[in-house]
Nanobody, 124 residues
Framework: QVQLVESGGGLVQAGGSLRLSCAAS????????MGWFRQAPGKEREFVAA????????YYAVAVKGRFTISRDNAERTVYLQMNSLKPEDTAVYYC?????????????????WGQGTQVTVSS
């Protein structure tokens, strides 16, 4: 069993930055791929970014590439999402998730454990 707790969300003006954190407990964090997803009101959950267990490979949704950076610290059992140049359309609840098996995926069904989410609101 893996527990995930996100933090770092909040209200920011367009063009601003936020850094989300996701702390993991339980399981073997250093061998899991990790992902960030988001869900806006009335919309489906969508992939944002993912990182391999070693941190050597990262993947991004087209909508955030060049603005967001995913990273991890296996010693701290934490994954991060640095979000720059934020836009109003980035407003959503952001979730981190654990993928225990397989190659790094952008599909939410491939992820096994989820955090409770943290709200990000970008004002125009």
């Amino acid at each position: 069993q893996v527990q995930l707790v996100e933090s770092g969300g909040g209200l920011v003006q367009a063009g601003g930055s936020l850094r989300l954190s996701c702390a993991a407990s339980g399981g073997t964090f250093s061998i899991y791929n990790m992902g960030w997803f988001r869900q806006a009101p009335g919309k489906e959950r969508e992939f944002v970014a993912a990182i391999s267990w070693s941190g050597g490979s990262t993947y991004y949704a087209v909508a955030v590439k060049g603005r967001f950076t995913i990273s991890r610290d296996n010693a701290e059992r934490t994954v991060y999402l640095q979000m720059n140049s934020l836009k109003p359309e980035d407003t959503a609840v952001y979730y981190c998730a654990v993928q225990r098996r397989g190659n790094v995926s952008s599909r939410f069904r491939d992820y096994d454990y989820w955090g409770q989410g943290t709200q990000v609101t970008v004002s125009s």
